[in-house]
Nanobody, 122 residues
Framework: QVQLVESGGGLVQHGGSLRLSCAAS????????MGWFRQAPGKERRFVAV????????SYADSAKGRFTISRDNAKNTVYLQMNSLKPEDTAVYYC???????????????WGQGTQVTVSS
């Protein structure tokens, strides 16, 4: 069992930056790939970024490439999402999730956090 708690969301201006954190409980964090997803009002939950269990493999949605960076610290049981050059269309609830493999489909993730709101003003 893995419990995930996101933090770091908030209100930021267009072009600003935020760093999201996701703290995991349990001693098996390092065996899971970790993903970030986001869901805007009235829209489906969408893939943002994923990192493999060791941190050696990362993948990003096209909308995140060049602006967002996913990283993890297995010693701290934490995964991060650094978001730069934020745009109003990045406004959403951001979720972290754990999966056995670094996949992009939400249905393949076993554990989810409660989400953190990111709002980007224009």
């Amino acid at each position: 069992q893995v419990q995930l708690v996101e933090s770091g969301g908030g209100l930021v201006q267009h072009g600003g930056s935020l760093r999201l954190s996701c703290a995991a409980s349990g001693r098996t964090f390092s065996s899971y790939a970790m993903g970030w997803f986001r869901q805007a009002p009235g829209k489906e939950r969408r893939f943002v970024a994923v990192i493999s269990s060791s941190g050696g493999i990362t993948s990003y949605a096209d909308s995140a490439k060049g602006r967002f960076t996913i990283s993890r610290d297995n010693a701290k049981n934490t995964v991060y999402l650094q978001m730069n050059s934020l745009k109003p269309e990045d406004t959403a609830v951001y979720y972290c999730a754990a999966s056995r493999l670094p996949v992009v489909t939400p249905a393949e993730y076993d554990y989810w956090g409660q989400g953190t709101q990111v709002t980007v003003s224009s």
